[in-house]
Each structure stands twice: as structure tokens, then as C-alpha cells.
């Protein structure tokens, strides 16, 4: 049976993956806080997804494809409403069920929209949050990456990351994680695969 969808219809969908480029332009607004680079949405909505599989594996929820679709969505409104950080929302709020709304709409994607963000908006299935958790904890992530480069900001923000550890996490998973991150090492992926380790005549 052959798809309906006319060519013209198309013009949607790229039109679509263009403004979806361009949170690859959007600074995360923390960075105002941070003053050092830090991860753009798209680089975010990236590691997020596998966050959020990662969890879905620990926690044997089987259906992968919800919440890869979820993670990768979950801030795409972000590419019209722009990020909000923690001081903004005190005073301000995106529309972005409006925002997501036009984005989708006329694509082929618009399920999306209508499905999987609706349920990742009300929290009411275990992919929802786990694709929360996955958000929350690549915030965590990053904050080792800014105390490996010196920021002093992780420290002093302690306090707030372990009211969302505690009452923010949905899963059992994602408050593991927490846990082992706090104790972890940025360094030690490449660290413990260093070729005077992995090598035997390297440098002779």
C-alpha cells in the first residue's frame, strides 16, 4: 500500500529537521552561571538518550523505542522558546506545548508530538520517567566535567543536586547512578586505555 503523503507534504518534514539543527545554537542557559562552555541542547538531547536507555536496561523496561523517542524530543520546543535555567523560571515560562505543537505539525513526525510527548509531559509511564531521570542525571554528568576543568560551581550547587537525587528521581536506577557519579572519574575511560598500559612495545 503506498503512502498517501504527497511530495509537497515533504516540504514539513526538512523544514523540520533544519529548525531541529539549530539547538546545536542554543547554550543550555546555565551557562550564564557557569561562565566556561558547556553542552548545547542538541549535544545534551544526545546524551540524554543514552542515559535514558541506560536506564530503561537497568530498570527492564523493554519498550526502547518510546523512550529513545521521548529522549530525543524532550526538548526540541527548546528550538523556539529557547533554555530557561533555574532563576529564569521564577520570573518567566515558555509555552512550549504551543511550541512543540507548531514545530511538529504537517510533519510525519506529528505522532510524536501527540503521543509521546503528552506522556512525557505528565509523568504517568515508567518511559516518562525514566526520560526525566536521564535529563535530571546529565546535569549531574556534566557538573563532573566542569570540576574537572576547575569550576567551583559543582561544590557549591551540592546541595540543590542532592534535593533532586532525593526527591526529583523517579527510579532506583537513576538514584544508583547518582550515587556512583558523585565517586566517579572523568578521566578514567581513557585513562585505563592508554597504550603504555594496552601496547607492550609502544615508544621502542
Not at 500500500?1 to 546545536?24: P, Y
Not at 501527540?114 to 554528568?141: F, W
Not at 528521581?169 to 572523568?186: E, G, I, N, P
Request: glycine share 4%; hydrophobic share 40%.
Amino acid at each position: 500500500m503506498k503512502n498517501k503523503t504527497t511530495s509537497s507534504s515533504h516540504k514539513r518534514d526538512i523544514e523540520f529537521l533544519f529548525e531541529m539543527g539549530t539547538l546545536k545554537n542554543i547554550q543550555r542557559s546555565w551557562q550564564q552561571f557557569v561562565g566556561m562552555d558547556c553542552a548545547n541542547n542538541l549535544e545534551h538531547s544526545f546524551r540524554v538518550a543514552f542515559l535514558a536507555l541506560l536506564i530503561a536496561r537497568m530498570e527492564g523496561v523493554k519498550n526502547e523505542e518510546k523512550v529513545l523517542k521521548m529522549a530525543l524530543a524532550h526538548d526540541l520546543a527548546e528550538a523556539r522558546v529557547s533554555d530557561l535555567n533555574y532563576m529564569h523560571k521564577v520570573y518567566t515560562e515558555g509555552d512550549e506545548d504551543r511550541a512543540s505543537h507548531d514545530m511538529f505539525k504537517g510533519t510525519l513526525f506529528k505522532d510524536i508530538f501527540g503521543d509521546i510527548l503528552k506522556e512525557y509531559e505528565t509523568r504517568n509511564s515508567p518511559e516518562a520517567k525514566i526520560v526525566k531521570d536521564a535529563d535530571n542525571l546529565d546535569v549531574d554528568v556534566e557538573m563532573k566535567e566542569f570540576e574537572e576543568r576547575g569550576s567551583q560551581l559543582p561544590r557549591k550547587w551540592m546541595a540543590a543536586r542532592k534535593i533532586i537525587r532525593n526527591k526529583k528521581l523517579y527510579t532506583k536506577s537513576a538514584k544508583q547512578l547518582w550515587d556512583k557519579l558523585q565517586k566517579s572519574d572523568v578521566a578514567s575511560w581513557h585513562l585505563t586505555t592508554n597504550k603504555w598500559y594496552l601496547v607492550p612495545n609502544a615508544g621502542k
